[in-house]
């Protein structure tokens, strides 16, 4: 079974379209996490959720939403997409909140390409 | 603010080489130290670890010593092989943040 797991694996879409992009772990952390890494594979953290609470939300584009329905699940929703939005997302997801001696697990990210 | 500063690439050994990827860190406490690794076309999976200042972490031949004298978290393996080919990540977790390094890409050819 797949601990860490999003959807979908590639996403090309149109400038100003609207996307999601699911994931789910099965692993029973309490806290998840969304990454940007860009083409020279900078990895940036965008959003983190703690038992459906958001604890870190860094300065990202307010067209980038999250939405945790419940813990095991983290969705991040794209508004009027933008060329510079290509990149590939991960999804991550943690034990607990207290990151000091965390390990973090990862999805195996989704490839989104703005055309 | 927190910061991780890792070599930048690409790095190409033949196989069999000895590879050292330097890291360095920049911490107001006392973080833990990690190295993570992105094999083509997956995410990052963690390599190995370590907790506190002179710690060794250890996984598949690679090892990282924890320096807080030189706030260093160096990653070695003595001999490389095709299949370590991957970029590597140094991390550094502190309270509610992770803080990632740029990753250094590794080439090992035959």
């Known amino acids: 079974d797949t601990a860490v797991s999003q959807t979908p694996k590639y996403l090309v879409t149109q400038m100003g379209n609207d996307k999601s992009i699911k994931c789910e772990q099965n692993?029973?952390?309490?806290?998840m996490y969304w990454y940007k890494q860009d083409s020279k594979k900078f990895l940036k953290i965008m959003f983190s959720y703690n038992n459906k609470e958001l604890i870190i939300n860094e300065t990202v584009p307010n067209r980038f939403s999250p939405k945790s329905p419940d813990k095991a699940h983290l969705n991040l929703h794209i508004n009027s997409l933008e060329l510079g939005d290509s990149a590939v997302y991960f999804c991550?997801?943690?034990?607990?909140?207290?990151?000091?001696?965390?390990?973090?697990?990862f999805g195996s990210g989704t490839q989104l390409s703005v055309l | 603010g927190d910061s991780v500063t890792q070599m930048e690439g690409p790095v190409t050994l033949s196989e069999e080489a000895f590879l050292t990827i330097n890291c360095t860190y920049t911490?107001?406490?006392?973080?833990?130290l990690f190295w993570y690794v992105q094999y083509p076309g997956e995410g990052l999976q963690l390599l190995l670890k370590a907790t506190k200042a002179d710690d060794k972490g250890s996984n598949k031949g690679f090892e990282a010593t924890y320096r807080k004298e030189t706030t260093s978290f160096h990653l070695e393996k003595g001999s490389v092989q095709v299949s370590d080919s991957a970029v590597y990540f140094c991390?550094?977790?502190?309270?509610?943040?992770?803080?990632f390094g740029t990753g250094t890409s590794l080439t090992v050819i035959p």
């Open positions: 991550a997801s943690s034990q607990g909140a207290g990151m000091t001696n965390e390990k973090l697990f």
């Open positions: 991390a550094l977790s502190e309270e509610v943040q992770f803080y």
């Open positions: 911490a107001t406490g006392y973080p833990s």
């Open positions: 692993l029973g952390h309490d806290t």
